[in-house]
């Protein structure tokens, strides 16, 4: 095979590597169940429902998931309950299985029947297994499907509306999953006991020192309009008390205040909104505010004093978010002074001229670990041994994947001599990286 006979083979497959960089890097497609249901008008309520409840951004956050739509006949049968909106939620939470079932799943059900873990339960506010789906492979080719508190089968499964398999799956049921611990009338806003649901999740001591306060009360104001507040595990406001009692009331009172902002914000929405926010502390002459960033599933709150992390979702009940966190949010108009740590103190100034032609005493052996560490050059010798190591790996590179081609019955050496010339740069680069990055 010539020069230009090897040229041309590698330009036809070079559109082949294209392609498979393409599907290295992309990352998986991302559902969005609103869009699929926008595709089906008869599922219209259920899905503006899903929507009004924020359910939906939950279910697009959450992958191996399987929702079980109704139509707006079946809804219309749930809204004639006149449940509240946070009934409602609890219903549809129901219906969102934290599993994959596609169609073929639902008829080859291990044992004929299953019992899959729903939203409903992943919020905590469902008693014993009342937050359960059980899903039954029936005769005759049929799917019963019921909530487990119910104990009966109430809802048959209809149809496969979408599979992305193991990542979600959107199927039709035929009726609402009746469930009386789902329906049972959930408290409103004004109902709730900010302090007491804190007490019973891991926040007592922090609940217990907003108790009867001025902050308390901004709190309570501000719950019909949307609240998520910020609360420090015991262990972590156990040992600030001895902080916070040196801070003056109105310290006090801010401190308390920043640990809460006025809106309601879902972990989607948190996850999505990265950037400064304000708090319930924030006025006109003080920000008081801190930054909300996203680092994979992580979430922090950053502020020049500190980072907190997330630790977990206390309630989610719109207009209510309660979030623990590993630390106590320190407001740098607060702390800055207290917590920044004093500058060294400048070497005193020799009086003595140096002598001429001697140079300067090395440092103390101890000053190396009170100084800034700084990164080893990359020497000749070391650059010199990347190089080597990149063409070594270039080349074994190069070598199984030619063994790899002949083995697929594609032809002989000069075949694919042209697209190694194209491969080669790419696997020596990534090595070099690789290596270069593990020096410096």
């Known amino acids: 095979m010539d020069h230009h006979s090897r040229a041309a083979a590698a330009a036809g497959l070079l559109p082949v590597l294209v392609a498979l960089l393409l599907l290295l890097a992309s990352p998986a497609d991302a559902h969005n169940v609103t869009h699929i249901l926008a595709q089906f008008p008869e599922f219209s309520t259920f899905n503006h429902y899903l929507t009004i409840t924020h359910l939906a951004a939950e279910i697009n956050r959450r992958e191996t998931i399987t929702v079980c739509a109704v139509d707006n006949a079946a809804m219309n049968d749930l809204l004639a309950k006149h449940l509240s909106i946070y009934a409602i939620k609890n219903v549809l939470s129901l219906h ?108 007592k001591v922090f609940a217990d020192t907003l108790s009867g306060t001025e902050a308390e009360k901004t709190y309570e104001s501000n719950l019909d309009g949307g609240l998520t507040v910020f609360c420090p595990g015991d262990e972590a406001f156990k040992n600030f008390l001895p902080k916070y009692k040196n801070l003056t009331a109105a310290g006090k009172n801010s401190l308390l205040l920043y640990h809460a902002f006025p809106l309601y914000e879902s972990m989607s929405m948190l996850r999505s909104n990265n950037g400064p926010m304000n708090t319930l502390a924030t006025d006109g002459k003080s920000k008081y505010d801190f930054t909300v960033q996203n680092d994979g599933e992580d979430v922090t709150l950053q502020n020049k004093v500190v980072t907190v992390k997330i630790t977990g979702t206390i309630i989610d009940q719109e207009p209510l978010t309660i979030y623990s966190i590993d630390k106590v949010l320190l407001p740098s108009e607060l702390f800055k002074a207290d917590l920044a740590p004093a500058p060294a103190p400048a070497p005193p100034k020799s009086t003595k001229k140096k002598a001429k032609g001697k140079h300067a005493s090395p440092p103390a052996p101890g000053a190396a670990a009170d100084s800034p560490r700084i990164r080893p050059r990359v020497t000749w010798r070391t650059k010199r041994r990347i190089r080597r190591t990149t063409a070594a790996a270039g080349s074994v590179a190069e070598h199984g994947f030619c063994r790899w081609l002949q083995g697929c019955g594609w032809g002989s050496r000069c075949f694919f001599e042209g697209l190694l010339s194209l491969s080669s740069p790419l696997l020596s680069s990534f090595f070099f990286f690789f290596f270069f990055w593990d020096f410096e």
């Open 96 to 203: 969102v299985l934290l599993d994959y079932f596609g169609a073929k799943k639902l008829h080859q059900i291990t044992d004929g029947t299953a019992l899959a873990a729903t939203m409903y339960q992943a919020t905590g506010s469902a008693p014993g297994t009342a937050g359960f789906v059980n899903i039954t492979d029936m005769k005759g080719g049929k799917v019963g499907l019921g909530a487990e508190d119910s104990g009966k089968l109430d809802s048959t499964y209809v149809k496969s509306l979408k599979e992305i398999p193991y990542n979600i799956s959107v199927i039709q049921i035929s009726k609402i999953l009746s469930s009386p611990d789902a329906e049972a009338p959930a408290p409103g806003p004004a109902e709730m006991n900010l302090t007491t649901i804190m007490s019973t999740h891991g926040c």
